[in-house]
């Protein structure tokens, strides 16, 4: 039955929801000779959750004459990786050679299409020089936060940081040294931050980072004192080459500086440059 199918899985299964016939892939996936499967009931393939909230309810409606796909991330007990594969399984409704109800079970797996699937939305909200999230991951996150604040009223902060003449670095060292020295600050601050923060870069050399409660005066000072300490030391762009870079920091505090998140990133972009003029 279906042995030249070497993609997707088949099956036979009576009224009793029994193995009656599969074909040489899922007896392979089963890791058990045909004969040992034929009468086998279909819920011993699957952990009791996963049978019990999805394959189930899907055979009954077979049963009664739909024809039913399910698309879940299923664990069967035979699969030795203890992995949960990702597979679209359709059960159709067929009449068997003894007169009874039965039905047709596919399985076609598309783990590696949800794995590259994953990989590329990952891609997406990440920045390919230092690895951190981006704008669209960021913005994403802050959305996410003013929607919970707009129910629990919890706000949030939002920091914009800047380097201090970093064109220079570009300039006379070249763009590889800019890179450098933008990767090393991206490890810095990943160190230096506690861990509850949503940390990236934006652009250039800018960056974001959402403290997740709403920092009074002098905790947004001390902040500034904190992430200033990141450049205390220099950078280095090649061997033997130092340079010391200092940055410029920005807060805005949702909803006390502003209500939409245009807003408050302008607000905190803006005090960044006045941190800037400041420290000429």
């Known amino acids: 039955m279906f042995d030249g ?29 045909k004969e040992n499967i034929i009468g086998m009931p279909l819920a011993l393939m699957f952990e009791e959750s996963t049978f019990d909230n999805y394959i189930m309810s899907a055979m009954q409606a077979c049963m009664a004459g739909e024809s039913i796909t399910v698309h879940e991330r299923l664990l069967s007990k035979f699969d030795t990786s203890g992995v949960a594969g990702h597979f ?13 109800n039965g039905i047709m079970m596919s399985c076609h797996d598309v783990s590696r299409y949800k794995a590259n699937e ?7 909200h990440l920045d390919p020089l230092t690895q951190m999230p981006n704008l669209r991951f960021i913005d994403y996150q802050l959305r996410k936060l003013r929607a919970q604040g707009s129910r629990d009223g919890a706000g949030f902060s939002v920091v914009f940081i800047d380097f201090d003449q970093f064109k220079k670095i570009n300039d006379v060292h070249g763009h590889l040294a800019g890179d450098q020295v933008l990767i090393e600050f991206s490890r810095r601050l990943r160190t230096k931050l506690r861990g509850g923060e949503h940390i990236g870069r934006i652009g250039g050399d800018e960056f974001l980072v959402i403290i997740r409660e709403p920092l009074d005066a002098d905790q947004q000072v001390s902040l500034a004192q904190r992430l200033k300490q990141i450049v ?17 920091v920005g807060v805005a ?28």
């Open 232 to 248: 205390a030391s220099p950078f280095r762009i090649g061997e033997g080459k130092l340079v010391q870079l200092g940055i410029s």
């Open 118 to 124: 994953r990989k590329l939305r990952q891609l997406a």
């Open 5 to 33: 199918d070497q993609r997707n899985f088949y099956a036979l299964v009576d009224s009793s929801y029994a193995f009656i016939a599969v074909n040489a892939l899922f007896e392979r996936h089963l890791q058990k000779p």
């Open 88 to 100: 679209d399984i359709t059960f159709l409704p067929v009449t068997l050679a003894n007169g009874e």
């Open 253 to 280: 505090v949702w909803p006390h500086d502003g209500d939409t998140l245009d807003s408050l990133k302008q607000l905190a972009d803006s005090r960044m440059y006045e941190d800037k003029k400041q420290s000429k």
